[in-house]
């Protein structure tokens, strides 16, 4: 039986837990990555791993949200700081998304979404709603600062995902086109979303 951990014991064996699974899911995906390993490289024996997340699964679905929080978290330090140009970093930040967070590539893999299917109806609506919520949080924020947005948050959060498809698949577009192909996206787009603009004025 694993013995008790103090509430900052347990804060930080999650801390360590969250960077084990950043780390080896990213290196050996779901199905290879083990409770054992992630145990281990957190410090922690198999039986205290289920003490914080009742599987791997669990584990790779917070970081998931980790990983949203804290883009949600720079994203509104940028709208506080620079609000009319917040949506043009917005959409730049969901083009490189994918280098900034390896993990990207396995949440949209077979594997992830074999992984999905074993998670309830209302799971799964929960994790897909995590990005509608983070830009309805945006949207709001923009608003505050004056900054209409011409389409409804759960669209724009679709455009968003649009974009860090196009990011991930750079290469297939063409290395040497790709960059122009995604500052055009990212003008276009970020002149198009903005109500109340004139059309002369940078976005």
């Given at each position: 039986m694993p013995r008790a951990?103090?509430?900052?014991?347990?804060?930080?064996?999650?801390?360590?837990?969250?960077?084990?699974g950043r780390e080896l899911f990213a290196r050996r995906g779901i199905r290879a990555t083990t409770v054992e390993q992630l145990a281990r490289a957190a410090g922690i024996s198999k039986g205290a791993f289920y003490l914080f997340y009742p599987s791997k699964e669990a584990l790779f679905f917070a970081l998931m949200e980790e990983?949203?929080?804290?883009?949600?978290?720079?994203?509104?330090?940028?709208?506080?700081?620079?609000?009319?140009?917040?949506?043009?970093?917005?959409?730049?930040?969901?083009?490189?998304?994918?280098?900034?967070?390896?993990?990207?590539?396995?949440?949209?893999?077979?594997?992830?979404?074999?992984?999905?299917?074993?998670?309830?109806p209302e799971e799964q609506l929960t994790f897909m709603n995590r990005d509608v919520e983070l830009t309805e949080g945006i949207v709001e924020r923009l608003a505050q600062h004056g900054v209409r947005v011409a389409v409804e948050p759960v669209v724009l959060a679709g455009l968003l995902r649009a974009l860090v498809f196009v990011g991930m698949h750079r290469d297939d577009i063409g290395a040497e086109v790709a960059p122009a192909v995604q500052e055009y996206l990212v003008d276009t787009l970020s002149r198009a979303l903005v109500m109340g603009r004139d059309e002369n004025e940078a976005p």
């Open positions: 951990f103090t509430d900052s014991e347990r804060d930080a064996i999650r801390a360590r837990l969250l960077t084990a990983i949203e929080t804290e883009l949600q978290g720079r994203l509104e330090a940028q709208v506080a700081e620079a609000p009319h140009d917040a949506l043009r970093m917005l959409l730049c930040a969901s083009l490189t998304a994918r280098d900034e967070n390896p993990l990207l590539d396995l949440a949209t893999s077979v594997e992830a979404i074999a992984v999905m299917r074993t998670m309830t």
